[in-house]
Each structure stands twice: as C-alpha cells, then as structure tokens.
C-alpha cells in the first residue's frame, strides 16, 4: 500500500516562513518525481515545484526565489522550504510522485496539508 505522509503545514503571518516534508512508503523501486502542488479555495490545483530523482528542479514563477525544493532520496522524502510567503500562498498543499511499477507509469497524491498566510 502505497502511501504520502505530509506535514509542516501551519498559520504563518506574511514574510514568514514554513517548511512541508513528505515521506513515501510501500513503493518498491525508485521514485521518479517527487514534488508540490497547491490549490487555494475556489481555484484549481497549480503545480508549485518538481524535483526529479537526478535533483534537477522545476519551480512555478510565483514562487521562485522564495521556495526551494529538495529530496533525500534515501528516505523517498521530499520537502518544500517556503519563504517569503505571501497571503496568495495560502491553499492546501498536495505532495505529488512518480514512479515506474514495472511498465506502469503510476502517480500518487498525498492528502494535503493547510498553508495559510495572514497578512
């Protein structure tokens, strides 16, 4: 059973700072992509930030130079260093990963986590 443990989601006054942590278990293999997306109330789903297994990163422009994205690939963890957040950051915040099973291309959603940013 394949699973996506979120955390580090909170109320953060703006400027400030929070850090999200995924952790993947029950997949056997390594994992492709890992990364982050975000949906605030009454908008779509937005991909926020992508890191493949190599380390080679991806970044929405609303966000790039304020978060940063790593993985430790040893521990199929990935985490989003989110700085200078902004009130439009707020939104529930989806960890997403890719990965083959066999010659399957399977991709999993975790179950988000709340950000939310006061202004």
């Known amino acids: 059973q394949v699973q996506l443990v979120e955390s580090g989601g909170g109320l953060v006054q703006a400027g400030g700072s929070l850090r999200l942590s995924c952790a993947a278990s029950?997949?056997?293999?390594?994992?492709?992509?890992m990364g982050w997306s975000s949906q605030a109330p009454g908008k779509q789903r937005e991909l926020v930030a992508v890191?493949?297994?190599?380390?080679?990163?991806n970044y929405a422009d609303s966000v790039k130079g304020r978060f940063t994205i790593s993985r430790d690939n040893a521990k199929n963890t990935v985490y989003l260093q989110m700085n200078s957040l902004k009130p439009e950051d707020t939104g529930v915040y989806y960890c997403?990963?890719?990965?083959?099973?066999?010659?399957?291309?399977?991709?999993?959603w975790g179950q988000g986590t709340q950000v939310t940013v006061s202004s």
């Open positions: 029950g997949i056997i293999g390594s994992i492709n992509v």
């Open positions: 997403y990963v890719q990965y083959y099973s066999g010659s399957y291309n399977v991709e999993r």
């Open positions: 890191i493949t297994s190599g380390g080679s990163t």
